[in-house]
Protein backbone atom coordinates (compact mmCIF):
# COMPACT_ATOMS: atom_id res chain seq x y z
CA UNK A 1 0.00 0.00 0.00
CA UNK A 2 1.01 3.67 -0.78
CA UNK A 3 1.16 5.97 2.28
CA UNK A 4 -2.07 7.62 0.77
CA UNK A 5 -4.06 4.43 0.72
CA UNK A 6 -5.84 1.84 3.21
CA UNK A 7 -7.19 -1.55 2.60
CA UNK A 8 -9.81 -2.62 5.19
CA UNK A 9 -10.63 -5.72 5.60
CA UNK A 10 -14.77 -6.61 5.87
CA UNK A 11 -16.32 -7.67 9.17
CA UNK A 12 -17.25 -11.36 8.06
CA UNK A 13 -21.69 -10.57 9.31
CA UNK A 14 -21.36 -7.32 7.02
CA UNK A 15 -19.76 -9.80 4.28
CA UNK A 16 -22.43 -12.32 4.95
CA UNK A 17 -25.33 -9.36 4.58
CA UNK A 18 -26.43 -10.21 8.46
CA UNK A 19 -25.54 -6.83 9.56
CA UNK A 20 -27.04 -3.42 8.45
CA UNK A 21 -24.08 -1.77 9.76
CA UNK A 22 -20.42 -2.43 8.38
CA UNK A 23 -18.65 -2.05 11.73
CA UNK A 24 -16.09 0.28 10.28
CA UNK A 25 -15.70 4.11 10.81
CA UNK A 26 -13.34 5.23 8.44
CA UNK A 27 -10.88 8.15 10.07
CA UNK A 28 -8.75 10.51 7.63
CA UNK A 29 -6.11 13.06 8.85
CA UNK A 30 -5.45 15.24 6.13
CA UNK A 31 -2.31 17.19 7.96
CA UNK A 32 -0.70 13.49 7.47
CA UNK A 33 -2.49 11.95 5.28
CA UNK A 34 -2.96 8.69 8.12
CA UNK A 35 -5.90 6.70 7.51
CA UNK A 36 -7.15 4.46 10.25
CA UNK A 37 -10.51 2.59 11.24
CA UNK A 38 -12.60 2.73 14.27
CA UNK A 39 -14.53 0.05 14.99
CA UNK A 40 -17.78 0.82 17.80
CA UNK A 41 -19.51 -1.67 19.27
CA UNK A 42 -23.20 -2.99 18.75
CA UNK A 43 -23.94 -0.70 21.82
CA UNK A 44 -22.86 2.36 19.88
CA UNK A 45 -25.08 1.71 17.07
CA UNK A 46 -27.90 1.29 19.20
CA UNK A 47 -27.19 4.63 21.02
CA UNK A 48 -26.22 6.85 18.18
CA UNK A 49 -27.70 4.91 15.36
CA UNK A 50 -25.63 6.95 12.80
CA UNK A 51 -26.43 9.99 11.02
CA UNK A 52 -26.68 12.74 13.30
CA UNK A 53 -26.12 11.32 16.67
CA UNK A 54 -22.70 9.50 15.35
CA UNK A 55 -21.73 13.31 13.86
CA UNK A 56 -22.55 14.80 17.87
CA UNK A 57 -20.24 12.22 19.54
CA UNK A 58 -17.86 12.82 17.57
CA UNK A 59 -18.13 16.53 17.44
CA UNK A 60 -18.28 16.33 21.53
CA UNK A 61 -15.30 13.31 21.86
CA UNK A 62 -12.44 14.98 19.41
CA UNK A 63 -13.30 18.83 18.96
CA UNK A 64 -11.47 20.78 21.87
CA UNK A 65 -14.33 23.95 22.65
CA UNK A 66 -14.55 27.03 20.71
CA UNK A 67 -11.98 26.23 17.84
CA UNK A 68 -12.26 28.01 14.61
CA UNK A 69 -14.32 26.43 12.76
CA UNK A 70 -12.35 26.78 9.68
CA UNK A 71 -9.29 25.54 10.94
CA UNK A 72 -8.12 22.07 10.43
CA UNK A 73 -9.08 21.12 14.39
CA UNK A 74 -13.08 20.88 12.88
CA UNK A 75 -13.94 17.59 11.92
CA UNK A 76 -16.35 17.35 8.91
CA UNK A 77 -18.29 14.06 9.13
CA UNK A 78 -20.67 12.02 6.46
CA UNK A 79 -22.54 9.85 8.60
CA UNK A 80 -25.52 7.34 6.83
CA UNK A 81 -27.54 5.90 9.49
CA UNK A 82 -28.41 2.56 10.60
CA UNK A 83 -30.70 2.36 7.86
CA UNK A 84 -28.98 3.80 5.45
CA UNK A 85 -28.43 1.72 2.26
CA UNK A 86 -30.85 -1.08 3.68
CA UNK A 87 -34.46 -2.14 1.62
CA UNK A 88 -36.41 0.25 3.36
CA UNK A 89 -38.21 2.88 1.26
CA UNK A 90 -36.69 6.35 1.83
CA UNK A 91 -33.38 5.40 3.59
CA UNK A 92 -31.33 6.84 0.60
CA UNK A 93 -30.35 9.21 2.90
CA UNK A 94 -26.79 10.61 5.03
CA UNK A 95 -26.21 13.45 7.16
CA UNK A 96 -23.12 15.80 7.11
CA UNK A 97 -21.97 17.53 10.21
CA UNK A 98 -18.79 19.77 11.84
CA UNK A 99 -18.99 22.61 14.08
CA UNK A 100 -20.95 25.72 11.39
CA UNK A 101 -18.54 28.48 10.03
CA UNK A 102 -21.80 30.23 9.53
CA UNK A 103 -23.18 30.10 13.08
CA UNK A 104 -20.40 28.90 15.49
CA UNK A 105 -23.17 26.07 16.71
CA UNK A 106 -23.99 22.52 15.19
CA UNK A 107 -23.85 22.02 11.54
CA UNK A 108 -25.64 18.39 10.82
CA UNK A 109 -27.40 18.13 7.10
CA UNK A 110 -28.86 15.57 5.28
CA UNK A 111 -28.89 14.82 1.38
CA UNK A 112 -30.55 12.29 -0.39
CA UNK A 113 -29.42 10.54 -3.69
CA UNK A 114 -28.03 7.89 -3.63
CA UNK A 115 -24.12 8.73 -1.99
CA UNK A 116 -24.96 7.59 1.65
CA UNK A 117 -26.00 4.09 0.15
CA UNK A 118 -23.03 3.73 -1.76
CA UNK A 119 -20.56 4.48 0.87
CA UNK A 120 -21.96 1.62 2.77
CA UNK A 121 -22.02 -0.42 0.22
CA UNK A 122 -18.11 0.41 -0.39
CA UNK A 123 -17.95 -0.98 3.25
CA UNK A 124 -18.43 2.33 5.56
CA UNK A 125 -20.78 3.36 8.48
CA UNK A 126 -18.90 7.38 7.88
CA UNK A 127 -16.01 9.21 6.92
CA UNK A 128 -14.86 11.36 9.97
CA UNK A 129 -12.39 13.97 8.30
CA UNK A 130 -9.30 16.24 9.81
CA UNK A 131 -7.20 18.26 9.58
CA UNK A 132 -5.93 20.19 6.28
CA UNK A 133 -4.52 19.19 3.13
CA UNK A 134 -1.53 21.02 1.91
CA UNK A 135 -3.00 21.15 -1.77
CA UNK A 136 -6.55 20.40 -3.33
CA UNK A 137 -7.67 16.75 -2.68
CA UNK A 138 -10.19 14.12 -3.43
CA UNK A 139 -11.29 10.96 -1.31
CA UNK A 140 -11.25 7.63 -3.24
CA UNK A 141 -13.34 4.86 -1.93
CA UNK A 142 -14.02 1.36 -3.23
CA UNK A 143 -15.09 -1.63 -1.81
CA UNK A 144 -12.47 -0.78 1.32
CA UNK A 145 -9.94 0.77 -0.72
CA UNK A 146 -9.28 4.17 0.44
CA UNK A 147 -6.94 6.45 -1.38
CA UNK A 148 -6.20 10.29 -1.19
CA UNK A 149 -6.04 11.87 -4.57
CA UNK A 150 -4.81 14.35 -6.20
CA UNK A 151 -7.51 17.40 -7.11
CA UNK A 152 -5.95 20.21 -8.06
CA UNK A 153 -7.18 20.15 -11.82
CA UNK A 154 -10.86 20.00 -10.28
CA UNK A 155 -10.41 22.90 -8.27
CA UNK A 156 -12.47 25.83 -9.61
CA UNK A 157 -15.06 23.32 -11.32
CA UNK A 158 -18.38 23.60 -10.85
CA UNK A 159 -20.11 20.17 -9.31
CA UNK A 160 -21.22 18.95 -12.62
CA UNK A 161 -17.99 19.26 -14.80
CA UNK A 162 -16.26 17.76 -11.36
CA UNK A 163 -18.31 15.17 -10.69
CA UNK A 164 -17.93 14.00 -15.05
CA UNK A 165 -14.02 15.00 -14.36
CA UNK A 166 -13.73 12.04 -11.80
CA UNK A 167 -16.04 9.39 -13.29
CA UNK A 168 -13.85 9.60 -16.44
CA UNK A 169 -10.80 9.74 -14.75
CA UNK A 170 -12.06 6.64 -12.80
CA UNK A 171 -13.90 5.22 -15.65
CA UNK A 172 -16.86 4.13 -13.97
CA UNK A 173 -20.50 6.51 -14.54
CA UNK A 174 -22.00 5.07 -11.55
CA UNK A 175 -18.89 6.64 -8.81
CA UNK A 176 -21.29 8.95 -6.71
CA UNK A 177 -19.45 12.11 -5.82
CA UNK A 178 -19.82 14.09 -2.62
CA UNK A 179 -18.13 17.97 -3.45
CA UNK A 180 -18.43 21.69 -3.14
CA UNK A 181 -18.26 23.58 -5.74
CA UNK A 182 -16.83 27.33 -5.82
CA UNK A 183 -18.55 28.38 -2.92
CA UNK A 184 -17.11 26.09 -0.92
CA UNK A 185 -13.76 26.80 -1.76
CA UNK A 186 -13.93 30.66 -1.27
CA UNK A 187 -15.03 29.84 2.07
CA UNK A 188 -19.02 31.82 1.32
CA UNK A 189 -20.02 30.80 5.13
CA UNK A 190 -23.50 29.29 4.07
CA UNK A 191 -22.08 27.02 1.22
CA UNK A 192 -23.07 23.61 0.61
CA UNK A 193 -21.63 19.77 -0.38
CA UNK A 194 -23.25 18.79 -2.94
CA UNK A 195 -23.97 15.18 -3.79
CA UNK A 196 -24.63 13.52 -7.12
CA UNK A 197 -24.59 17.45 -8.22
CA UNK A 198 -27.97 18.02 -6.92
CA UNK A 199 -28.34 16.83 -3.66
CA UNK A 200 -27.12 19.82 -0.97
CA UNK A 201 -26.51 18.74 2.69
CA UNK A 202 -26.99 22.57 2.52
CA UNK A 203 -27.35 24.32 5.75
CA UNK A 204 -24.78 26.18 8.39
CA UNK A 205 -21.80 25.87 5.85
CA UNK A 206 -20.60 22.64 5.57
CA UNK A 207 -18.80 23.42 2.17
CA UNK A 208 -16.47 26.00 3.42
CA UNK A 209 -15.31 23.42 5.90
CA UNK A 210 -14.64 20.75 3.50
CA UNK A 211 -13.49 23.77 1.05
CA UNK A 212 -10.76 25.13 4.35
CA UNK A 213 -9.38 21.15 4.17
CA UNK A 214 -8.28 21.59 0.50
CA UNK A 215 -11.02 18.64 0.36
CA UNK A 216 -12.54 18.67 -3.08
CA UNK A 217 -14.83 15.51 -3.13
CA UNK A 218 -15.35 12.37 -1.97
CA UNK A 219 -16.05 10.13 -4.77
CA UNK A 220 -17.36 5.98 -3.39
CA UNK A 221 -18.79 3.42 -5.01
CA UNK A 222 -19.46 -0.07 -3.46
CA UNK A 223 -20.36 -3.56 -4.45
CA UNK A 224 -21.23 -5.14 -0.24
CA UNK A 225 -24.83 -5.86 0.20
CA UNK A 226 -26.23 -3.62 3.31
CA UNK A 227 -27.54 -6.99 4.99
CA UNK A 228 -30.09 -6.83 7.88
CA UNK A 229 -30.11 -9.41 10.86
CA UNK A 230 -33.74 -9.87 10.43
CA UNK A 231 -35.33 -9.39 6.94
CA UNK A 232 -38.57 -10.76 7.84
CA UNK A 233 -38.94 -7.96 10.31
CA UNK A 234 -37.87 -5.34 8.10
CA UNK A 235 -40.66 -6.22 5.64
CA UNK A 236 -43.32 -5.85 8.04
CA UNK A 237 -42.50 -2.18 7.66
CA UNK A 238 -41.41 -2.94 3.65
CA UNK A 239 -44.31 -4.42 2.76
CA UNK A 240 -46.44 -1.75 4.89
CA UNK A 241 -44.86 1.51 2.58
CA UNK A 242 -45.23 -0.55 -0.50
CA UNK A 243 -48.31 -0.78 -0.58
CA UNK A 244 -49.45 2.41 1.14
CA UNK A 245 -47.14 5.01 -0.23
CA UNK A 246 -49.04 5.65 -3.42
CA UNK A 247 -52.22 6.71 -1.35
CA UNK A 248 -50.39 8.30 1.27
CA UNK A 249 -47.23 10.12 -1.32
CA UNK A 250 -49.83 10.97 -3.85
CA UNK A 251 -48.68 14.80 -3.35
CA UNK A 252 -45.07 14.38 -3.66
CA UNK A 253 -45.78 12.27 -6.79
CA UNK A 254 -47.41 14.42 -8.46
CA UNK A 255 -46.12 18.12 -7.62
CA UNK A 256 -43.84 17.47 -5.00
CA UNK A 257 -42.49 20.03 -2.48
CA UNK A 258 -43.12 23.03 -5.18
CA UNK A 259 -46.91 21.89 -4.86
CA UNK A 260 -47.60 23.89 -1.76
CA UNK A 261 -45.88 27.07 -2.55
CA UNK A 262 -48.88 28.73 -3.77
CA UNK A 263 -51.41 27.01 -0.88
CA UNK A 264 -48.59 28.04 1.49
CA UNK A 265 -48.27 31.43 0.45
CA UNK A 266 -51.91 31.83 0.09
CA UNK A 267 -51.96 31.01 3.84
CA UNK A 268 -48.97 33.23 4.74
CA UNK A 269 -46.64 30.86 5.37
CA UNK A 270 -43.80 31.39 2.91
CA UNK A 271 -42.62 35.27 4.05
CA UNK A 272 -43.21 37.37 0.99
CA UNK A 273 -40.20 39.76 -0.13
CA UNK A 274 -38.38 39.63 3.24
CA UNK A 275 -41.43 39.42 5.43
CA UNK A 276 -42.44 42.87 4.40
CA UNK A 277 -45.59 41.81 2.04
CA UNK A 278 -48.51 40.13 2.74
CA UNK A 279 -48.80 39.32 -1.05
CA UNK A 280 -46.61 38.45 -4.22
CA UNK A 281 -47.49 39.70 -7.23
CA UNK A 282 -47.52 37.10 -10.05
CA UNK A 283 -47.66 34.28 -7.68
CA UNK A 284 -49.70 32.21 -9.50
CA UNK A 285 -46.51 31.62 -12.00
CA UNK A 286 -45.02 29.83 -9.49
CA UNK A 287 -47.93 27.64 -8.38
CA UNK A 288 -46.57 23.93 -9.47
CA UNK A 289 -49.75 23.92 -12.55
CA UNK A 290 -48.70 26.40 -13.97
CA UNK A 291 -44.34 26.17 -13.75
CA UNK A 292 -44.33 22.30 -14.84
CA UNK A 293 -45.44 22.71 -18.10
CA UNK A 294 -42.97 25.17 -18.79
CA UNK A 295 -39.83 23.57 -17.43
CA UNK A 296 -40.40 19.70 -15.96
CA UNK A 297 -38.91 17.17 -18.21
CA UNK A 298 -38.61 14.58 -16.34
CA UNK A 299 -38.30 12.85 -12.61
CA UNK A 300 -35.95 11.76 -10.43
CA UNK A 301 -35.62 9.92 -6.98
CA UNK A 302 -33.70 8.92 -4.36
CA UNK A 303 -32.23 5.35 -3.72
CA UNK A 304 -34.76 3.15 -3.17
CA UNK A 305 -37.60 5.25 -3.47
CA UNK A 306 -40.45 4.36 -6.00
CA UNK A 307 -41.91 7.91 -5.05
CA UNK A 308 -39.63 9.98 -7.00
CA UNK A 309 -40.27 13.87 -5.76
CA UNK A 310 -37.17 15.18 -7.30
CA UNK A 311 -38.00 17.39 -10.19
CA UNK A 312 -35.22 17.35 -14.03
CA UNK A 313 -35.89 20.90 -15.39
CA UNK A 314 -34.85 22.45 -18.22
CA UNK A 315 -35.39 25.24 -20.40
CA UNK A 316 -33.83 26.80 -23.88
CA UNK A 317 -34.85 30.63 -23.86
CA UNK A 318 -33.12 33.03 -23.00
CA UNK A 319 -31.84 31.79 -19.68
CA UNK A 320 -30.62 28.19 -20.69
CA UNK A 321 -31.08 25.60 -18.05
CA UNK A 322 -29.25 22.66 -17.37
CA UNK A 323 -30.69 19.49 -16.54
CA UNK A 324 -28.16 18.17 -14.66
CA UNK A 325 -28.94 20.12 -11.74
CA UNK A 326 -32.45 19.49 -10.68
CA UNK A 327 -35.17 21.49 -9.86
CA UNK A 328 -36.09 24.25 -7.49
CA UNK A 329 -37.82 22.50 -4.11
CA UNK A 330 -40.46 24.42 -2.85
CA UNK A 331 -37.66 26.20 -0.33
CA UNK A 332 -35.42 27.28 -3.45
CA UNK A 333 -38.73 28.54 -4.61
CA UNK A 334 -39.27 30.31 -1.60
CA UNK A 335 -36.15 31.67 -0.81
CA UNK A 336 -35.00 32.71 -4.21
CA UNK A 337 -38.40 33.20 -5.84
CA UNK A 338 -41.36 35.02 -3.24
CA UNK A 339 -39.12 36.14 -0.62
CA UNK A 340 -37.22 38.14 -2.81
CA UNK A 341 -40.34 39.48 -4.95
CA UNK A 342 -39.35 37.22 -8.03
CA UNK A 343 -42.45 35.25 -9.56
CA UNK A 344 -40.72 34.40 -12.74
CA UNK A 345 -40.38 30.84 -12.90
CA UNK A 346 -37.36 30.70 -15.65
CA UNK A 347 -35.56 32.87 -12.98
CA UNK A 348 -36.26 31.03 -10.12
CA UNK A 349 -34.79 27.74 -11.66
CA UNK A 350 -31.89 29.49 -13.50
CA UNK A 351 -30.89 30.32 -9.83
CA UNK A 352 -31.36 27.03 -8.56
CA UNK A 353 -29.10 25.80 -11.09
CA UNK A 354 -26.42 28.55 -10.30
CA UNK A 355 -27.31 27.23 -6.30
CA UNK A 356 -26.50 23.46 -7.24
CA UNK A 357 -23.25 24.30 -9.68
CA UNK A 358 -21.67 26.39 -7.44
CA UNK A 359 -22.65 24.82 -4.13
CA UNK A 360 -24.57 26.98 -2.32
CA UNK A 361 -27.90 26.78 0.04
CA UNK A 362 -30.89 27.80 -1.24
CA UNK A 363 -32.32 29.06 1.64
CA UNK A 364 -29.61 30.67 3.23
CA UNK A 365 -28.61 32.63 -0.22
CA UNK A 366 -32.13 33.59 -0.46
CA UNK A 367 -32.42 35.00 2.46
CA UNK A 368 -29.60 37.12 1.92
CA UNK A 369 -30.02 38.46 -0.94
CA UNK A 370 -33.66 39.40 0.37
CA UNK A 371 -32.22 40.96 3.65
CA UNK A 372 -29.76 42.65 0.82
CA UNK A 373 -32.61 43.84 -1.15
CA UNK A 374 -34.48 45.23 2.16
CA UNK A 375 -31.61 47.02 3.13
CA UNK A 376 -31.18 48.81 -0.36
CA UNK A 377 -34.65 49.46 -0.74
CA UNK A 378 -34.10 51.01 2.93
CA UNK A 379 -30.67 52.92 1.82
CA UNK A 380 -28.90 51.91 4.19
CA UNK A 381 -26.37 50.74 1.56
CA UNK A 382 -24.36 52.71 -1.02
CA UNK A 383 -20.57 52.87 -2.65
CA UNK A 384 -21.12 49.72 -4.49
CA UNK A 385 -21.21 49.35 -8.58
CA UNK A 386 -24.17 46.84 -8.18
CA UNK A 387 -26.77 46.91 -5.27
CA UNK A 388 -29.93 44.14 -6.08
CA UNK A 389 -33.55 45.26 -6.25
CA UNK A 390 -36.98 43.81 -4.82
CA UNK A 391 -38.39 41.56 -8.13
CA UNK A 392 -35.47 41.89 -10.17
CA UNK A 393 -34.36 38.64 -11.79
CA UNK A 394 -31.16 39.56 -13.19
CA UNK A 395 -30.00 40.95 -9.48
CA UNK A 396 -31.07 38.29 -8.21
CA UNK A 397 -28.99 35.88 -10.89
CA UNK A 398 -26.27 38.56 -10.45
CA UNK A 399 -26.38 39.01 -6.83
CA UNK A 400 -25.20 34.50 -6.72
CA UNK A 401 -22.33 34.96 -8.89
CA UNK A 402 -21.08 37.94 -6.62
CA UNK A 403 -21.47 35.55 -3.53
CA UNK A 404 -19.59 32.60 -5.06
CA UNK A 405 -16.78 35.08 -6.42
CA UNK A 406 -16.58 37.49 -2.94
CA UNK A 407 -16.69 40.13 -5.32
CA UNK A 408 -18.48 43.63 -4.67
CA UNK A 409 -21.44 43.42 -2.33
CA UNK A 410 -21.07 39.67 -2.38
CA UNK A 411 -18.10 39.94 -0.15
CA UNK A 412 -20.40 40.82 2.33
CA UNK A 413 -23.35 38.56 1.26
CA UNK A 414 -21.25 35.78 1.23
CA UNK A 415 -20.97 36.17 5.53
CA UNK A 416 -24.62 35.78 5.73
CA UNK A 417 -27.11 38.39 6.55
CA UNK A 418 -25.94 38.39 10.49
CA UNK A 419 -22.59 39.71 9.59
CA UNK A 420 -23.55 41.88 7.11
CA UNK A 421 -25.89 43.66 8.77
CA UNK A 422 -23.01 44.22 11.31
CA UNK A 423 -20.82 45.49 8.40
CA UNK A 424 -23.81 47.59 7.32
CA UNK A 425 -25.02 49.12 10.71
CA UNK A 426 -27.80 51.95 10.48
CA UNK A 427 -29.91 49.75 12.44
CA UNK A 428 -30.37 47.46 9.74
CA UNK A 429 -31.15 44.55 11.49
CA UNK A 430 -34.40 45.57 12.59
CA UNK A 431 -34.54 43.41 8.94
CA UNK A 432 -32.95 40.34 9.71
CA UNK A 433 -34.94 36.91 9.26
CA UNK A 434 -32.46 34.48 11.27
CA UNK A 435 -31.76 32.54 14.56
CA UNK A 436 -29.05 31.40 16.19
CA UNK A 437 -27.38 33.27 12.79
CA UNK A 438 -28.82 31.61 10.42
CA UNK A 439 -31.95 32.47 7.72
CA UNK A 440 -35.18 31.40 8.46
CA UNK A 441 -36.35 29.08 6.05
CA UNK A 442 -39.93 29.59 4.17
CA UNK A 443 -42.46 28.04 6.87
CA UNK A 444 -43.13 31.96 8.42
CA UNK A 445 -42.86 31.93 12.69
CA UNK A 446 -45.64 34.89 12.64
CA UNK A 447 -48.07 31.84 11.49
CA UNK A 448 -46.32 28.96 12.54
CA UNK A 449 -45.57 30.15 16.25
CA UNK A 450 -44.48 26.55 17.65
CA UNK A 451 -41.72 26.29 14.26
CA UNK A 452 -40.62 29.96 15.31
CA UNK A 453 -39.68 28.67 18.86
CA UNK A 454 -38.34 25.57 17.49
CA UNK A 455 -35.85 27.99 15.22
CA UNK A 456 -35.09 29.79 18.45
CA UNK A 457 -34.17 26.44 20.40
CA UNK A 458 -32.49 24.07 17.22
CA UNK A 459 -28.54 23.71 17.87
CA UNK A 460 -27.95 24.66 13.87
CA UNK A 461 -29.68 27.69 13.91
CA UNK A 462 -33.39 28.14 12.23
CA UNK A 463 -34.48 24.97 10.79
CA UNK A 464 -37.95 23.60 9.30
CA UNK A 465 -37.49 19.45 9.80
CA UNK A 466 -36.27 18.72 13.15
CA UNK A 467 -39.27 20.81 14.09
CA UNK A 468 -42.84 20.90 14.80
CA UNK A 469 -44.99 22.20 11.71
CA UNK A 470 -48.02 24.11 13.28
CA UNK A 471 -50.47 23.76 10.18
CA UNK A 472 -49.55 19.83 9.53
CA UNK A 473 -50.54 19.01 12.87
CA UNK A 474 -53.73 20.93 12.96
CA UNK A 475 -54.67 17.71 9.76
CA UNK A 476 -55.95 15.06 12.06
CA UNK A 477 -54.60 12.88 8.70
CA UNK A 478 -51.38 14.18 8.96
CA UNK A 479 -48.72 11.72 10.05
CA UNK A 480 -47.44 13.77 12.97
CA UNK A 481 -50.65 13.46 14.61
CA UNK A 482 -50.19 9.73 14.31
CA UNK A 483 -47.52 9.81 15.52
CA UNK A 484 -48.49 12.00 18.68
CA UNK A 485 -51.17 9.48 18.99
CA UNK A 486 -49.13 6.78 19.75
CA UNK A 487 -47.45 8.52 22.35
CA UNK A 488 -50.62 9.34 24.21
CA UNK A 489 -51.41 12.55 22.73
CA UNK A 490 -55.05 13.88 21.36
CA UNK A 491 -54.95 15.47 17.76
CA UNK A 492 -55.01 17.26 16.08
CA UNK A 493 -53.40 20.56 17.21
CA UNK A 494 -54.43 24.10 17.32
CA UNK A 495 -52.79 26.34 14.68
CA UNK A 496 -52.04 29.58 16.92
CA UNK A 497 -49.69 30.04 19.82
CA UNK A 498 -47.29 27.64 21.87
CA UNK A 499 -49.84 25.87 24.34
CA UNK A 500 -48.35 23.54 26.76
CA UNK A 501 -50.13 20.58 24.76
CA UNK A 502 -47.78 22.17 21.53
CA UNK A 503 -44.89 22.40 23.74
CA UNK A 504 -45.08 18.49 24.73
CA UNK A 505 -45.87 17.84 20.76
CA UNK A 506 -42.63 19.58 20.00
CA UNK A 507 -40.54 17.46 22.30
CA UNK A 508 -41.99 14.40 20.93
CA UNK A 509 -41.56 14.94 17.23
CA UNK A 510 -38.54 16.72 17.27
CA UNK A 511 -37.37 13.47 19.07
CA UNK A 512 -38.91 11.63 16.43
CA UNK A 513 -37.05 13.66 13.54
CA UNK A 514 -33.76 13.57 15.27
CA UNK A 515 -33.99 10.06 15.33
CA UNK A 516 -34.90 9.84 11.42
CA UNK A 517 -31.57 12.07 10.94
CA UNK A 518 -29.51 9.48 12.63
CA UNK A 519 -31.64 6.32 11.05
CA UNK A 520 -31.19 8.21 8.25
CA UNK A 521 -34.89 8.53 6.63
CA UNK A 522 -36.81 11.18 4.55
CA UNK A 523 -38.82 12.91 6.32
CA UNK A 524 -41.67 12.86 3.90
CA UNK A 525 -41.96 9.07 4.31
CA UNK A 526 -45.25 8.71 6.87
CA UNK A 527 -43.42 6.32 8.96
CA UNK A 528 -44.95 6.18 12.89
CA UNK A 529 -43.02 4.80 15.55
CA UNK A 530 -44.17 1.21 15.48
CA UNK A 531 -43.13 1.11 12.01
CA UNK A 532 -39.16 2.02 12.77
CA UNK A 533 -39.24 -0.37 15.64
CA UNK A 534 -39.76 -2.75 13.27
CA UNK A 535 -37.49 -1.68 10.60
CA UNK A 536 -34.60 -0.90 13.16
CA UNK A 537 -35.21 -4.50 14.91
CA UNK A 538 -34.99 -5.96 11.97
CA UNK A 539 -31.88 -3.91 10.96
CA UNK A 540 -30.26 -4.39 14.13
CA UNK A 541 -31.72 -7.86 15.42
CA UNK A 542 -32.52 -5.56 18.61
CA UNK A 543 -35.78 -4.79 20.49
CA UNK A 544 -36.21 -1.78 20.79
CA UNK A 545 -40.02 -0.29 21.19
CA UNK A 546 -41.24 3.52 20.83
CA UNK A 547 -39.91 4.83 24.16
CA UNK A 548 -36.47 3.63 23.27
CA UNK A 549 -36.69 5.76 19.60
CA UNK A 550 -38.14 8.70 21.84
CA UNK A 551 -35.09 8.46 24.47
CA UNK A 552 -32.87 8.15 21.58
CA UNK A 553 -34.44 11.80 19.79
CA UNK A 554 -33.73 12.97 23.27
CA UNK A 555 -30.77 11.74 23.77
CA UNK A 556 -29.42 13.52 20.52
CA UNK A 557 -31.31 17.15 21.09
CA UNK A 558 -29.66 17.12 24.45
CA UNK A 559 -26.15 16.10 23.40
CA UNK A 560 -26.75 19.17 20.54
CA UNK A 561 -27.88 20.83 23.76
CA UNK A 562 -24.41 20.33 25.79
CA UNK A 563 -22.68 21.14 22.90
CA UNK A 564 -23.94 24.47 22.70
CA UNK A 565 -23.30 25.29 26.25
CA UNK A 566 -19.29 24.17 25.48
CA UNK A 567 -19.13 25.92 22.82
CA UNK A 568 -20.57 29.61 24.88
CA UNK A 569 -24.15 29.67 24.17
CA UNK A 570 -26.60 30.70 26.82
CA UNK A 571 -30.26 30.64 27.00
CA UNK A 572 -30.32 34.24 25.64
CA UNK A 573 -29.45 32.95 22.37
CA UNK A 574 -32.32 31.00 21.97
CA UNK A 575 -34.00 34.00 20.16
CA UNK A 576 -35.90 35.10 17.07
CA UNK A 577 -34.72 38.51 14.81
CA UNK A 578 -36.70 40.99 14.32
CA UNK A 579 -38.62 40.12 11.45
CA UNK A 580 -40.13 37.19 13.21
CA UNK A 581 -41.88 39.72 15.41
CA UNK A 582 -42.89 42.05 12.16
CA UNK A 583 -46.57 42.22 11.96
CA UNK A 584 -48.45 43.12 8.33
CA UNK A 585 -51.07 45.61 8.02
CA UNK A 586 -53.51 43.19 5.42
CA UNK A 587 -53.41 39.50 4.56
CA UNK A 588 -54.18 36.25 5.87
CA UNK A 589 -51.84 36.73 8.75
CA UNK A 590 -52.31 40.13 9.65
CA UNK A 591 -51.61 41.43 12.83
CA UNK A 592 -50.24 38.78 13.83
CA UNK A 593 -47.00 37.41 15.39
CA UNK A 594 -45.90 35.97 19.00
CA UNK A 595 -44.32 38.99 21.15
CA UNK A 596 -40.65 38.33 22.50
CA UNK A 597 -42.15 38.33 25.86
CA UNK A 598 -44.18 34.94 24.89
CA UNK A 599 -41.79 33.23 23.12
CA UNK A 600 -39.75 33.23 26.17
CA UNK A 601 -42.48 32.15 28.65
CA UNK A 602 -42.69 29.23 25.64
CA UNK A 603 -38.69 28.54 26.22
CA UNK A 604 -39.29 28.86 29.83
CA UNK A 605 -41.67 25.58 29.93
CA UNK A 606 -39.89 23.93 27.64
CA UNK A 607 -36.72 23.47 29.28
CA UNK A 608 -38.57 23.16 32.49
CA UNK A 609 -40.23 19.87 30.84
CA UNK A 610 -37.11 18.72 29.44
CA UNK A 611 -35.45 18.45 32.50
CA UNK A 612 -33.15 22.00 31.61
CA UNK A 613 -32.43 24.09 34.33
CA UNK A 614 -33.74 28.12 33.92
CA UNK A 615 -30.99 29.20 31.93
CA UNK A 616 -31.79 26.15 29.67
CA UNK A 617 -28.58 23.60 30.47
CA UNK A 618 -29.51 19.79 30.94
CA UNK A 619 -30.00 19.15 34.50
CA UNK A 620 -27.62 16.42 35.84
CA UNK A 621 -30.47 13.62 36.68
CA UNK A 622 -31.49 14.53 32.84
CA UNK A 623 -27.58 13.43 31.60
CA UNK A 624 -27.76 10.20 33.55
CA UNK A 625 -31.33 9.85 32.73
CA UNK A 626 -29.94 9.94 29.15
CA UNK A 627 -26.89 8.22 29.54
CA UNK A 628 -24.85 11.36 28.83
CA UNK A 629 -22.58 11.18 31.71
CA UNK A 630 -19.53 10.49 29.26
CA UNK A 631 -19.90 13.98 28.14
S1 LIG B 1 -39.67 11.02 -1.32
FE1 LIG B 1 -38.35 12.34 -2.59
S2 LIG B 1 -36.74 13.10 -1.16
FE2 LIG B 1 -37.75 11.35 -0.16
S3 LIG B 1 -36.46 9.58 -0.68
FE3 LIG B 1 -38.10 9.72 -2.26
S4 LIG B 1 -37.26 10.92 -3.97
FE4 LIG B 1 -35.93 11.24 -2.16
Known amino acids: MEKNQLLVTMRPEFLRGESAYTGKILRVNLSTENMWVDEQPDSFYRKWIGGRGLILYYLMKETLPKIDPLSPDNLLIFAPGLLTGTILPGTGRHAVGAKSPLTGAL ?173 LVGIDQLDATSFFPLLVTGRDTCNRCPVRCKLIVSYDGEEKIDPRYGGPEYESIGGLGVLCGISDPVIVAKANELCAANGLDTISTGGTIAFAMDCVKNNLISGFDFLPVFGDGQSLLKSIHLIVERSGLGEWMAEGSLRMAQRVGKQSENYLAVARGQEFPFHDPRLKNTIGMGYALSATGADHMHNLNDTFATWDGADVCARLREMGMQTPLELWGISDHKILAYQYETAFKNFLDSAVICHFYPYEYHHMEDALNGAGGWNLDKDEINRIGERIINLARLYLVREGFTELDDALSSMAYHRLDSGPIAGKSLTPLELREALEKYYSAMGWSSTGVPEDTTIERLQLVEF
Not at 123 to 129: E, S
Not at 130 to 152: F, H, M, N, T
Request: charged share 20%.
Open 107 to 279: ASSEAGGWWGAELKRAGFDAVVIQGKSEKPVYLWIKDGLVEIRDASHLWGKTTGDCQEIIQTELEDKKIRVAQIGPAGENGVLYSAVMHDVNRAAGRSGLGAVMGSKNLKAVAVRGSFNVGLADKQLMQVTTKWITSNYKDMMGWASSYGTPGSVKPNHDVGATGIRNYQDSA
